[in-house]
């Protein structure tokens, strides 16, 4: 049965070796809670660090941790102190959060991390690939993985991989700074699904995929390495029930129950109606925007000091990341913010901020988030923010403002919350002001509409849609519905072919037989190409036609003095042994005013350009900004389909080409024709784009088609790119013997 893999950083348990016993608590956290039907599948297992450094346990140690761990179908991967430091620490904390958080000025690029940081990720992947088997289930998360799908992908093709990224993803302009870059985006593709936070995030990461690594993206699929790979938003959710649950048992508590943080906390509200609270609570990293806050906090003092004595800001900063120096000089700061702004206003009876430096137990997490009236959370970059969902889900009497910064991924959820931009403080204030004084009817409705999303889709819910997409992507790279050539059927392929009596070739020309270049003028053919063309057409009985979508007088000047056949002008001009003819009478009225229309997009649009032939006109985007050209080519499709309706013209979407031409030609239609001269018992045709679709279609069934490069095709089988079709040609040719 195939099992479920979890990789991610840490495992989901707390080890303490203080006692004589080994002792596992299992994690209450989001991550853990989500994944629990996922892991408990089965014979599934978690794979991740321990938190023990290897080298600072003994053999004996290691070995019964590894089978106390085995009890909660978990296994380690060992890192060494070493390893912690220059991956975890330094890679991994002092390169990727920041720079993916846009803190671009704390971004250390540092190329001996960058080799621990690999080489970690190749340790978590032998690790796992002494369990993966190939029809399992594997979901990597987190940044600190991002070069382990492909690691896994290299040697086991056949399974699963999901990846899901916590942390915001970039923009493209900020991405592009980073280094490595194409070798870190080429580690994630090992996925077959890739799972953001939010659309913002996917749209980003499918922008440095296009733009860096100039990869074909159609909607959210990626087509890499004969694989789709699809990206998606999954709007991390939380543990609903546990936390509502919670925090009715917290406010049905009668008082003598109370613990002295909840007596104290509501000891504040009830000297007055007007008194509120406010919470903030998050790690203590600069992402989270503390000292921000508390500099906003003390500009709402100032600027409405009629909450003076009322409201008070009870902020949680939880230690984390403490021994990295960023971390140290946060902490200062706040420390420092925090008593100077105390010092500013405090009274005799009223402190405006209580601030706790510390973590607490989940009770007294529960006790913070039902005695508050406003949840004040305000990150300057934040992938999620599960502690905004948090307070939502304990508020049970359906009371309560949440305040949160739209710089968070959870704000594209939470829309009735008050949303703000953090580094705006009049807008901060204003919004304090507003949360403080709204109506508890307001704050209701609010609440409602808030807790009905994040119950519905909660962390079960999120990392179940996740695994069931992931499954379905992994079906759906089948309906592509060509299969790979692979050594099989290429093996049987060239014996039919030896086996023949009178074989037909139909072979596109450019991104098939050659590459793509800027200038389409400079494609021309190579030597090592007429030599192959040459060697089969020399063959006994073989016909090679090299059928195209360019203009007879660029072919002539190419492959006049061959004497293999050419169809071009999408099928208006042949040539057999040496002679051209036409066989269309072309109505090419429309030609100018078509070009018009393209001039005024090209104006718009710098990069693209047209390409005037005698049956057709095309407009060509290759160089230009991928995202732009691809908004132009919708709006110019738009424009000619109107234009063309009933026109007898048709418009080819091809390959980085919207090319215009009449209806009553293609290439289809053309080797359809060509076949009436003699009787083939052989085809083959090839092609990459559109336009060598109407040929795959028209061709009798018996042919064997093969897309160039792996997009939706009737084709029956795809190769990978130019090279590919070349070796395999040269197959072709050695398989037989040339005539001459
Ligand atoms: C990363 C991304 C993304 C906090 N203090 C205590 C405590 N917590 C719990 C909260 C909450 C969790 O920790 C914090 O989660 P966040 O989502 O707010 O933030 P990160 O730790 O930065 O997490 C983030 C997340 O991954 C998930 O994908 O949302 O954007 O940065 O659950 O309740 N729990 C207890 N005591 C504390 O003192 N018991």
Known sequence: MPKNIIISNRLPVQISLDKAEIEITPSVGGLATGMKSIHSEGNSIWIGWSGLESDTIDEETSVRVDEALKNEKCVAVNLTAEDVEDFYLGFSNKTIWPLFHYFIEYTKF????????????????????????????????????????????????????????????????????????????KGILGSDLIGMHTYDYERHFLSSVKRILGLEVHFNEIIYRNRIIKVDSFPMGIDYKRFHDAASVINDREEKDQSELQKRLLDHKSKDTNNKLILSIDRLDYTKGIPNRIKAFEFFLDRYPEFHEKVRLVMLAVPSRSNVSQYKRLKK??????????????????????????????????????????????????????????????????????????????????????????????????ALKTALTMSTLEQMTR??????????????????????????????????????????????????????????????????????????????????????????????????????????????????????????????????????????????????????????FVDRTP????????FSVAWHYRTADEELALRRKIELTNVLISLTANSGLSVLDGNKVLEIKSSSIDKGKACTQFMLDSEYDYIIAMGDDYTDEFMFKELPDTATTIKVGLKKTSAKYFTNDPNSVRVFLKKLADAIPSKK
């Open 110 to 185: 540092n190329y001996n991390q960058w080799k621990a940081y690999k080489a970690v990720n190749q340790k978590f992947a032998e690790k796992a690939l002494e369990f993966i088997e190939d029809d399992d289930i594997i979901w990597v998360h987190d940044y600190q993985l991002m070069m382990l799908p492909e690691l896994i992908k290299r040697h086991k093709p056949n399974a699963t991989i999901g990846f899901f990224l916590h942390i915001p993803y970039p923009s493209h302009e900020i991405f592009r700074i980073f280094p490595w870059r194409e070798e870190l985006l």
């Open 333 to 430: 700061e706040t420390d420092e913010l925090v008593g100077r702004i105390n010092g500013k206003f405090a009274t005799i009876s009223w402190t405006p901020i209580w601030y706790f430096y510390r973590s607490v137990a989940f009770e007294q997490l529960i006790e913070l988030y039902t005695a508050s009236d406003v949840a004040l959370i305000s990150p300057l970059r934040d992938g999620m923010n599960l502690v905004a969902k948090e307070y939502v889900a304990t508020r049970t009497k359906k009371d309560g403002v949440l305040i949160l910064s739209e710089m968070a991924g959870a704000a594209k959820e939470l829309h009735d919350a008050i949303l703000i931009n953090p580094n705006n403080f009049q807008e901060f204030a204003n």
């Open 447 to 600: 609440m409602i509409d808030m807790q009905k999303r994040v119950k519905r889709y909660d962390v079960e819910k999120w990392a179940s849609e996740f695994i069931k997409t992931l499954k379905d992507t992994k079906k759906s790279s089948k309906v592509i519905g060509a299969k790979y050539m692979n050594p099989t059927i290429e093996r049987e392929t060239i014996s039919a072919y030896q086996k023949a009596k009178n074989r037909l070739l139909f072979i596109d020309y450019d991104g098939t037989l050659v590459g793509f270049k800027n200038d389409p003028q400079d494609a021309k053919p190579d030597q090592e190409l007429y030599d192959l063309l040459d060697s089969l057409n020399s063959q006994e009985n073989t016909t090679v036609v090299l059928i195209t979508g360019r203009d007879k007088e660029t072919f002539s000047r190419w492959f006049n003095h061959k004497d293999y056949a050419l169809i071009t002008d999408h099928g208006v001009w042949v040539k057999q042994g040496f002679n051209w003819r036409t066989t269309n009478v072309i109505n090419l009225n429309w030609i100018d005013n078509v070009t018009q229309i393209l001039e005024s």
């Open 607 to 614: 990069g693209t350009f047209i390409e005037r032939k005698k």
